[in-house]
């Protein structure tokens, strides 16, 4: 399974997974912007094999109606599915799906699994993409999960991005983190107020900024990486907790308490 990331907007990522670095077929992962999958695809002689969607917000399903019109103009007997939560509305969605759904695109060698993780959005989901034959798994986590941050509780309760949360750091700690925003740099300048103990994460910002200073990605990042690095789900180090009581002026009673202070805290950073 071959992944990568195009660039869109000021900071989004738009996923394209291919089987192999060497097959045309393609699927992408929140299309926000048809430009740059358009363009990739014509450059490159890339064939679309259906749309993945994890939440319902402009930056993630803007482009699908010019990027299936485009296709549909080229290939009109070449109908592209669209896969989605089946919690919110989603333009041309043909796939609605739920925790638990599975799906195979024909022909693929890879397995996709649905996790439902509401915070962000109360529909959203991602995908784990499973080899059939190879134990690396990739994770297309949309918003909710970023490289040392988590997405903003815009329709969402804490309770429910710490349990989103909780149920991704359960998968196989060399999963790929395929978030959609070039938000590392930003997110670990904030944990290194959040987890200040934590060499990790200096030792990690000194490998992203020389990542952005040569204009390369940050992402993807990957579960095990997470761990190490990312304040959300780090809610029980003692790191953590004793900044979160410099900032608020008293410890947080648990973990659920935790992560909302943090993302309290981060909102105003």
Known sequence: MHTEALAAFRDNYIWLIRPDANDPRTLVVDPGDAAPVIDAFERRGLELRGILVTHHHSDHVGGITDLL?????????????????????????TQPLREGDTFTPQGWPVRFEVLEVPGHTLGHIAYVARPLQGDQAALFCGDTLFSAGCGRLFEGTPAQMHHSLNKLMQLPENTTVNCAHEYTLSNLQFARSADP????????????????????????????LEKSINPFVRTGEPGVLQALERYRGQRPQDALQALAWLREWKNDF
């Open 69 to 93: 019109q485009w296709w549909q103009a080229r290939h009109p007997a070449d109908a592209a599915p669209v896969w989605g939560p089946a919690g919110e509305a989603i333009p041309h969605r």
């Open 197 to 224: 103990m934590n060499e990790a994460v200096v030792a990690h910002q000194q490998r992203c900024l020389a990542l952005r200073a040569n204009g390369q990605p940050t992402l993807p990042s990957s579960i095990g």
